[in-house]
């Protein structure tokens, strides 16, 4: 069974896009990309679902605070509203079909946002004493530690030895939402990754394991798995 794959985008005033990494990503390790424009027509959304075996939730620019009730902090970045409301319902309805869901970065705050949790706004300024997780190295190159939680789905997917990540954000999940659990953590105790616990495979993970998928095992296996699970096979 080759699965389809569904890759949200981001978008401008002008263009819908996606870093071509996720696409190569799941073409690479046996799936069908299918870019995921944010459209507002329920029965586009309705079409994906069916359409669909598998969804990444692709980085991007801010989530927007409205959603979970805040004032915007002057941290805070770009936000693309409808996006946001695209994103939202498509995790809902994914997510209560069983389907499986991969993350990434603005992703995992998503994720988390859409099934109830709390993001921060701007860790930089809502946390004290934080490392650099916004790094200027190369997209591929690993900058900062990673403590994986024992026990979790992300535990079995990443080699024991799996202890650095690249990092590009400056949100992250504040509150996992409910039936969600914490997997990993940096070493300033920013959420690096959360995961459902009743669900054959939602993850989100805050570091980018599209970009070096091809040379890093652990982010080649975060594919793989996902990809196992849009065909059926329970990790």
């Not at 805050?206 to 699970?229: M, T, V």
């Amino acid at each position: 069974m080759i699965p389809i794959i569904g890759i949200t985008c981001g978008e401008d005033e002008l263009n819908f896009f996606v870093r071509q990494f996720y696409v190569q990503a799941v073409e690479g390790l046996g799936g069908v990309p299918l870019l995921l424009p944010a459209l507002k027509r329920n029965m586009i959304r309705e079409k994906y679902l069916e359409l669909l075996d598998g969804l990444i939730l692709s980085g991007g620019v801010d989530v927007n605070p409205v959603l979970f009730g805040e004032e915007p902090v002057p941290g805070l970045g770009e936000i693309t509203p409808q996006r946001d409301e695209f994103e939202l319902l498509l995790t809902r309805e994914f997510f209560s079909l069983g389907k499986p869901i991969f993350a990434v970065c603005r992703g995992c705050q998503v994720l988390n946002l859409a099934l109830g949790g709390t993001v921060y706004q701007d860790i930089n300024s809502q946390l004290d004493k934080i490392i650099k997780h916004d790094q200027k190295a190369p997209r591929a190159c690993p900058t900062h530690s990673l403590k994986v939680q024992p026990g979790t789905k992300l535990s079995r997917i990443l080699p024991q030895e799996y202890r650095w990540v690249n990092s590009f954000h400056h949100q992250a999940v504040k509150d996992p939402a409910p039936g969600f659990i914490v997997a990993a953590l940096a070493s300033d105790g920013v959420i690096e990754a959360i995961e459902a616990q009743d669900h054959p495979f939602a993850l989100g993970v805050q570091w980018h394991p599209e970009c070096n998928w091809r040379e890093d095992l652990g982010s080649y296996r975060l594919f793989q798995e996902f990809i196992k699970a849009c065909q059926g096979t329970v990790l």
